[in-house]
């Protein structure tokens, strides 16, 4: 799992590159919990993620709520078709806002 | 704060263990490991078999360590497994004697009987690898899926309209237009739910969702050579996980938040869930099953058995679930309470449920424990239980299952006199009680009409299609040189067997499909419908497709266009049903008038109004409804009146008056040429002749005074 954090305005950009799952998931949230303050921004793209196991989708899931609880906002970004299908049909897909690529998610923060 | 039991107490052969705790029985994720529990009353040790997902060996096998034993309870906790990522299972040793019925063999791999998920068919119809050491994998679920703010619907029962169905068989077909990938699958269901609403049915009843074994019994069809199935999987592997295979996301192992997105949605849309369960048998079937998991944990507990150790075949299907032992009944209550709580499920029906009345020996008990548990169960308090309240072994007590004012019964008998009238048998007063809600099953002992589950069809037997379709069974397909199903179908052809050209009587056919379904919307009790009926779905006469994953059981939705006039009438009936409460009363006729309408609740009628004939001969009969009356006076509605002329011959029917200012007014009469044969409730136009009607043979009429 790779993660590359970036700042566009007052906008983390996080990068996921590999697969989340329970292995990869406690690298998820040592990472990006951090970004979670009180009215922030957070992208997350998604774009190099092939595959998200019941537990990635519940870190995500996790991770928005906190974003919720500090009236902060978070997008997911380039979720591909089986991915995005997996949320659909398991009921995570309709907590989050999602775009399809990186400039509408930026967009949709601003 | 951290808690203080997180750090390990003992290791084996590097995985660090504590004493585990024996509740909650299964496999429970906690701070840092899995805990895992699990009983036996008669094995002497046990090890936990730890695999990797999908890995033919496992890589670990973990003694559970004798101070780790509480009781007859094998629990320990492991720490650092990537739990997302196992497959657990149990060896167990104990004495192997037939005779005693002890089968405990520590060469085979036990799978967990609390088990959330079950891997080894995470895919339909994918060939297993026969050679597997352990075929149905315990895995670990979550259970913290985010219901936000839904919970069951608790809609009262006599206000149900039950719609059953097969998971696969209602979204497989090509032909139902929803995503390939959701064929067949819990999420195929999710996008069919506008259908279910348009329909307007409030709560689909599942068959069986637990994890079952589609190659159980596989073999092939003797006549094409296609491989038969347990396709309805009346079998169950696993009480408490979802059938992985129904599950669009069950490669993934997620079949778990599929199903519960599922109910969450039907919820949303008003629509309940209630499952078929088995809990008569499971799928390890007689001496001759295989050994999966009950059978080598606990043989004795759990299942009855015969003196010289063989398995009593109260279900028909090679063993009989122990229930009324105290740790089965333990079981089955922890089960369903998991249902209920963890999945929103709004009720249960149980499959062949006289035997869960049984005791140990077989013998009916008059007060039975499992059914008195669940009846006063304050987790399932407000969820339906249903009973098949009949088995295999010859118990049948529809009108007499223990209920304690809280068991409803599928109405066989109900089934039964509705077709015999329907075909023109006569058995008019049968028919009058089976429209009351089968008063004489149930009022004489305080139990409503909504006890009375009323159907013509189900799974089990002809589709309304077929029923009007075929004098008797064609089940060559089954293999079994037609000897499977029953004989007593109580269905006529209409003058010719299968499908035929003959617009006559595929005209008298249709006619005949919207008679049951009228007599079934404005009978008193619960209304069920099969899956596929709304559009005259077939199974080509065959009474028992429980071996076929095809035609004979998918719904084919280009029927939706091809009998739309039959879909359209459902949609109706079922519409006017939800519209008029007083055909849904909670509690039984009285045959009097106590609100001073003037008028009774109910009325008897004939070809003469006031005047019904209930003679043997007599073919006809109709009833009215006193608005006043609806739901005991409690809300006002509409005057309803409904005439049945099941005769061959068109016939008068003189119409009881109203009182004054009120008009008859057609809401549906099934003898008139569609599309006039029934009427968008609230829209009917008003009767010409309103001192009679004529009716045509074979018809139902539905008039509402207003």
């Given amino acids: 799992m790779e993660i590359n954090i970036t700042t566009t305005e007052d906008i983390k950009v996080v990068e996921l590159i ?76 309709e907590h989050f806002k999602t775009t399809k690529d990186l400039e509408a998610g930026l967009a949709a923060l601003k | 704060m951290d808690r203080i039991d ?48 999908h890995e033919k060996k496992p890589f670990a096998e973990i003694p559970f360590p004798e101070e780790f034993r509480i009781g007859n309870v094998y629990c320990m906790t492991v720490f650092d497994l990537d739990y997302e990522n196992l497959e657990y299972g149990y060896r167990m040793d104990g004495p192997n004697n037939f005779q005693a019925g002890h089968w405990f063999d520590s060469s085979k791999i036990l799978m967990d009987p609390y088990a959330k998920i079950i891997g080894g068919r995470d895919v339909w119809g994918v060939t297993p690898d026969w050679n597997d050491i352990y075929h149905h994998r315990a895995r670990i679920a979550f259970d913290d899926f985010d219901w936000e703010d839904d919970r069951p619907l608790e809609i009262p029962p006599e206000d149900q309209v039950i719609y059953e169905m097969h998971v696969r068989s209602f979204t497989r077909h090509a032909s139902s237009g929803v995503k390939e990938r959701h064929q067949g699958t819990f999420a195929g269901i999710r996008e069919k739910i506008p259908y279910l609403k348009e329909l307007g049915v409030n709560a689909v009843e599942l068959m069986p969702i637990y994890e079952f074994d589609e190659f159980e019994n596989s073999r092939p069809n003797p006549q094409t050579g296609e491989t038969l199935y347990n396709y309805w999987g009346y079998s169950t592997v696993g009480f408490f996980a979802p059938k992985a295979g129904y599950a669009a996301t069950g490669k993934f192992g997620m079949q778990v938040d599929e199903l519960k997105s599922l109910v969450k949605e039907l919820h949303k849309n008003g629509i309940e869930v209630i499952l078929d369960v088995v809990f008569n048998h499971t799928a390890e079937g007689n001496e001759n099953g295989p050994t999966i998991s009950f059978r080598g944990i606990d043989n004795k507990t759990y299942y009855m058995l015969t003196p010289e150790g063989y398995y009593y075949n109260f279900s028909g299907t090679g063993n009989t679930l122990n229930c009324n032992n105290p740790i089965v009944r333990g079981i089955v209550l922890d089960c369903l309470r998991y249902w209920a709580s963890e999945y929103h499920i709004d009720g249960f029906r149980f499959d062949l449920a006289a035997i869960l009345g049984r005791d140990p020996w077989g013998a009916p008990l008059a007060n039975p424990p499992l059914l008195e548990s669940l009846a006063f169960d304050p987790i399932l308090a407000k969820c339906k239980l249903i009973a098949e309240a009949w088995d295999a072994g010859g118990l049948y007590q529809v009108g007499s299952f223990p209920a304690y004012g809280r068991w409803a019964e599928w109405n066989g008998k109900y089934r039964d006199g509705i077709r015999k009238f329907l075909k023109g048998d006569g058995t008019v007063g049968d028919a009058a009680q089976r429209l009351q809600g089968s008063p004489d099953l149930y009022a004489w002992s305080g139990r409503a009409p909504a006890t009375s589950i009323n159907f013509i069809t189900a799974h089990d037997g002809f589709t309304m299609m077929d029923l009007v379709s075929y004098d008797g069974k064609h089940n060559e397909a089954n293999g079994e040189n037609n000897n499977d199903g029953t004989n007593d179908n109580d269905s006529w052809n209409c003058g010719w067997e299968g499908p035929t050209d003959d617009q006559g009587i595929n005209a008298l056919r249709h006619r005949q499909i919207k008679n049951a379904l009228a007599m079934l919307m404005v009978s008193q009790g619960v209304p069920m419908i099969l899956m596929g009926d709304e559009v005259g779905r077939t199974q080509y006469g065959n009474n028992n497709t429980y071996c076929h994953d095809n035609d004979l059981n998918w719904l084919d939705w280009t029927l939706l266009e091809k009998n739309a006039d039959l879909f359209k009438f459902f949609k109706h009936c079922i519409a006017f049903r939800n519209l008029h409460p007083v055909l849904r009363n909670p509690w039984h006729f009285q045959n009097r008038d106590y609100v001073g309408s003037g008028y009774a609740d109910i009325t008897w009628h004939g070809t003469q109004a006031w005047n019904a004939d209930w003679s043997d001969s007599s073919r006809t009969i109709a009833f009215m409804l006193c608005g006043k009356h609806a739901k005991q006076g409690a809300v006002e509605d509409n005057y309803i009146y409904v005439a049945m002329n099941m005769h061959w011959e068109s016939l008068w029917f003189e119409i009881p008056g109203l009182p004054v200012g009120m008009n008859w007014h057609v809401f549906a009469n099934t003898g008139a040429t569609p599309p006039n044969e029934s009427w968008q409730p609230g829209t009917e136009p008003m009767l010409e002749n309103q001192s009679g009607l004529l009716m045509g043979d074979r018809s139902v009429a539905i008039l509402v005074g207003k």
């Fill in chain 1, 18 to 93: 590999g697969d989340i799952d329970a292995n990869t998931a406690p690298t998820v949230t040592e990472q990006v919990k951090p970004l979670v303050e009180p009215g922030s921004k957070i992208l997350l793209d998604m774009t190099k993620v092939e595959y998200m196991s019941s537990a990635g989708l519940r870190t995500l899931l996790t991770i928005h709520r906190q974003a919720e609880a500090k009236q902060g906002n978070l997008v997911l970004v380039g979720l591909n078709e089986e991915v995005e299908d997996t949320m659909s049909v398991t009921g995570f897909l």
């Fill in chain 2, 6 to 53: 997180i750090h390990p107490t003992h290791s084996y052969e590097g995985f660090k263990l504590r004493s585990g705790k024996p509740f909650p029985f299964g496999a429970t994720i906690v701070p840092g490991g899995v805990n895992f529990s699990i009983f036996s009353s008669h094995a002497i040790s046990c090890t936990l078999v730890l695999f990797e997902k």
